[in-house]
DNA sequence: TAAAAATATGAGTCGCGACTCATCTTGTCA
DNA sequence: TGACAAGATGAGTCGCGACTCATATTTTTA
């Protein structure tokens, strides 16, 4: 893997530049948001943009993988060093949260009907997540018959709610309380 | 209210083909639809379509509003003459599936920003709800604490995810059961 | 039933946004 | 430092989809 030729530094600058802008802009106008905002927002030409990511599709793929990198480094840290009880309940409300990031960009790629990535990234981030979850179950402090997917179909819902709907803070803290409730042991 | 002039025999039935036209088209395509093709599907030329509806987004309210229409019916009827202790999860579970009709256009439209409505319906749809949610909680069937925003928080959030995330029935089911296990008494 | 009014038609306009390419600029390396 | 290749530039092309309007058709009404 990128075995490809290293970048000349500017191109390597640029490349870093663009995906700032792009997951500021995307973040702010939705996955509609033009390329030429992201150029222009990274202090580039549009072909430029063009260059490193041919297609607008390549663009905000690039965007979702560093997300998605992120959320894993993120659930790697808990699982080595969190607390088995809780981590799992950090973890929760931490991807909800990354949602309102996610959120507006996934909805477009979703809507355009094709598949972003061979999975494998996503496999990761359920792996770790699995593994949260286990230790919490194994702690007691989350219900031992809930499943993975049933897990991760509660994190999508509430994400996705808090996008779409504008939630307040409170709102939003409240419902999530409400949500991992469920998850709790009787 | 509605005090417009009566339309044309054919210029009714017309209208009527564009909005079922309109609302299966959307709903299989999502709100990035042609008007073109809503036009096609109702077997009537584009400048009928404006003609009825001067913009896309007009288009968009009046199926909103229609499928709110339904909804509200639904709820008054389960107030009516529903058992107050399972009514309020059986209305849960119908706006859940609903969700995956207007899921796609609520989408779009919450990205292009505008407000739609001036919200009595939603108060009207709110209301209803509330009124379910009080009864079950007479019943003794919903936690007291539960409070209605939250509950529609939660209807939204999880009517979202089963739209965005494209869940089996199987896991709509069992999420919906997570879910609502949530706000039971304990 | 014939004029008048309402409605339907669909080719055409317009703007926008993704993407290209001929040309210019800059980093790299001997 | 010079020359060459990698990269940057941005005006221009292309397609698509929302919306218009002159003309044709249908319904209504007197």
Chains 1, 2 share one sequence.
Do not use: C
Not at 41 to 46: H, K, L, M, Q, S
Not at 78 to 90: I, M, R
Not at 133 to 148: F, I, S, W, Y
């Amino acid at each position: 893997m990128t075995p490809d030729k290293p970048l000349r530094a500017d191109a390597r600058r640029n490349r870093a530049r663009i995906l700032a802008a792009a997951e500021e802009v995307f973040t702010e106008h939705g996955a509609a948001a033009s390329t030429e905002e992201v150029a222009a927002r990274a202090g580039v030409a549009i072909g430029t943009v063009f260059r490193h990511f041919p297609t607008k599709r390549d663009l905000l793929a690039a965007i979702m993988k560093e997300l998605r990198r992120r959320l894993i480094e993120r659930a790697g840290a808990l699982v080595a060093d969190g607390d088995p009880a809780t981590a799992f309940y950090d973890y929760f409300g931490f991807l909800v949260e990354s949602s309102a990031n996610i959120g507006p960009v996934i909805g477009l790629l979703a809507e355009e009907g094709t598949e972003i990535e061979p999975g494998d990234q996503i496999m990761a981030l359920a792996n770790a997540f699995g593994a949260l979850l286990e230790a919490a179950q194994r702690a007691g402090t989350v219900r031992p018959d809930a499943r993975l997917d049933e897990v991760m179909a509660l994190v999508a819902a509430t994400g996705h709610g808090a996008v779409a709907g504008a939630w307040s803070d409170d709102l939003r803290r409240r419902t999530v309380a409400l949500v991992t409730d469920a998850l709790r042991p009787r």
